[in-house]
């Protein structure tokens, strides 16, 4: 508690503060695609009018797969969004992990600003890494 009164004193924030959140909440294969499901959760100051991801889609042996732009559109200041994406042609269970290659664009804020504040993980046995 005293740690938490000094930092705050010295104009510090907590370690939590202003995070970007994306979580892959679901992986559900069917009709010849897989649906991911994430979670957005925006605990910065700043309202995105346009947020977008360049990920890299990863086997269970780390061999590229697939390279995907996700639209997440926008994104409000302390707000939770849940976006889902299809991707065809793709079975769930053939990845082994989502890398959140580069960020951008994030308006207002500049790609690298976003990729500072992104934390991500999974609720799925899909591995995501940043």
């Known amino acids: 508690m005293r740690v938490l009164a000094i930092l705050l004193g010295l104009g510090l924030s907590p370690v939590m503060a202003d995070t970007l959140s994306i979580q892959l909440d679901q992986a ?3 009709a010849d695609q897989c649906q ?26 780390s061999r590229v797969l697939r390279l995907s732009l996700l639209d997440f559109q926008s994104l409000p200041a302390h707000g939770m969004r849940v976006r889902s994406f299809n ?27 976003c990729t500072a504040a992104l934390t991500v993980s999974s609720e799925t046995e899909i591995e995501v890494l940043k």
């Open 28 to 30: 559900n294969s069917g």
């Open 87 to 113: 991707l065809p042609n793709l079975d769930c269970a053939d990845v082994g992990r989502v890398l959140f290659n580069a960020m951008g664009p994030c308006t207002p804020l500049a790609a690298s600003a």
């Open 36 to 61: 991911l499901v994430f979670v957005l959760d925006n605990k910065t100051e700043t309202e995105f009018t346009q947020l977008q991801a360049e990920v890299v889609l990863l086997n269970t042996a």
